[in-house]
């Protein structure tokens, strides 16, 4: 038991009470008449407090939450008591789990139940287990709380953000943007695998047309083509230190790892194979491929638990993984990031190699923070020391982007935010020009 804000309040006015008296003396007779009072008050209190066994709780979490979505917990509480209860509950969270409003709190008439809830936000990919909610309950006029622990535990699975996978594949359709701000996604290409003919409307490009067809109706008809089927996609996702750093609350690694997961959805819709591989300085996962389209429920359980690891990463292990297990032609999507060309060599070699066989496409995130310093005009509050630093970090970068392009290696160097719509549209015009 606890004393409450209302028995707080009342101690203290006894303050004056006692002051006074050193004046008045009658006041003091009246100040110690006062605390009897509160003090039988609060005996009172303490015997009709609600027991624990009077107040019954329930919650209701999901198992599965999305990356930094808010997920709705719900507590169903019981009052079998015949006062007027008011009932307060808080979660006892592991780290990287948040509660909104930390506090929940309402009133619940005698013999009655009601319901209780929050949102649970996680920043941070993995499995957590909830164990227990510490309960405060106050009856109405009373001047105790009763608080107690109850165990309830749960276990909660944090997974990539993929609450808007339809809708981004119904824009993707429609070539609409993803979001405000972001890259504009482009339709999926005519492709070169005939489909069907139909009548032709303003805007087909001459070269679709089907003159024999056209001869045959005196009317223009146009060929349908689609982008060829069951072709292979392999994502191979640095979780070493390159990307271990964080952007706006995120590791860079959950930006990749969203741009896989979003990658994958499109790729299986499109009735192509999906493979992943994920390795730092060992081989952390590998995803065999997969091809029908609700195969993206094992690439999600492949990458919810990976988590970046403070270790320099073996990319020449994981080529000749790549390369015993690949030996089909694929679009290579390699995740990481890179430094300077000579930090970046044993990349470049790799992925010049896979050139031969393969179509490697290096995905990289560029880091906003030392642009806006090496962007930053020079005055009396910027810093020339760190200006001249990020310009040296963007040039020696930018010198091993160049290399890989020169070895023909493909690259895509954005933005955290932009990486996902920036990586689809990549593959859907690699898909349309028939690269693969």
């Known amino acids: 038991m606890l004393p409450s804000r209302r028995l707080i309040i009342m101690v203290m006015a006894a303050a004056p009470v006692f002051l006074g008296g050193a004046l008045f003396p009658p006041l003091t007779a009246a100040g110690l008449l006062y605390v009897l009072g509160l003090a039988a008050y609060t005996l009172l209190a303490l015997i009709f407090l609600p027991r624990r066994s009077s ?5 209701t979490v999901p198992g599965r939450i999305s990356l930094g979505a808010p997920a709705r917990v719900v507590f169903e509480v019981s009052n079998r008591t015949r006062r007027r209860l008011s009932v307060a509950l808080a979660e006892d969270l592991p780290e990287h789990l948040k509660a909104d409003p930390p506090e929940c ?22 499995r957590y287990t909830l164990k227990s909610v510490d309960v405060r309950v106050l009856p109405r006029l009373g001047l105790l ?62 070269s679709c047309i089907d003159w024999k067809a056209t001869a045959k ?35 860079r690694l959950d930006y990749l790892i969203n741009a896989a997961l979003m990658l994958a959805y499109v790729a299986l819709n499109q009735h192509d194979q999906f493979s992943l591989l994920a390795f730092s300085d060992r081989i952390e996962s590998y995803l065999p491929p997969v091809h029908q389209a609700g195969s993206v429920e094992r690439v999600a359980r492949a990458l919810y638990e990976l988590q970046p690891r403070l270790v320099e990463s073996d990319y020449a292990a994981a080529c000749r993984f790549v390369a015993g297990r690949h030996r089909r032609r ?10 300077d060309r000579e930090a970046s060599g044993i990349i470049i070699d790799y992925l010049a190699q896979f050139a031969r066989y393969h179509l490697p496409l290096a995905i990289t995130l560029s880091n906003p923070e030392v642009k806006a310093v090496a962007d930053q005009p020079l005055g009396a509050e910027a810093d020339p020391y760190a200006k001249a630093v990020a310009l040296d970090v963007l040039a020696a970068r930018e010198e091993a982007l160049a290399a890989m392009r020169h070895r023909g290696v493909d690259v895509l160097d954005v933005g955290p935010h932009a990486v996902m719509p920036e990586v689809i549209n990549r593959y859907l015009l690699i898909k349309s020009r028939g690269r693969l």
């Open 55 to 59: 107040i019954e709780i329930s919650r």
């Open 105 to 126: 709190q309402t009133d619940f008439a005698p013999r009655s139940r009601g319901t209780l809830e929050y949102r649970l936000t996680a920043d941070r990919r993995g």
């Open 145 to 206: 709380y009763r608080q107690f622990r109850a165990e309830m535990p749960a276990e909660v699975q944090v997974f990539p953000n993929v609450r808007n996978m339809k809708r981004y594949q119904l824009m993707l359709r429609r070539g609409l943007p993803y979001e405000p701000g972001a890259a504009r996604v482009r339709k999926a290409g005519r492709g070169t695998q005939f489909e069907s003919l139909r009548l032709y409307v303003p805007g087909d490009e001459m």
């Open 217 to 251: 109706r005196s009317r223009l008809v146009v060929r349908n083509y689609e982008p060829e089927r069951e072709q292979s996609i392999l994502v191979a996702l640095d979780v070493g230190r390159a990307t271990a750093g964080e952007f706006e609350g995120m590791s």
């Open 330 to 339: 694929s679009l290579i999507c390699l995740m990481t990031d890179v430094i």
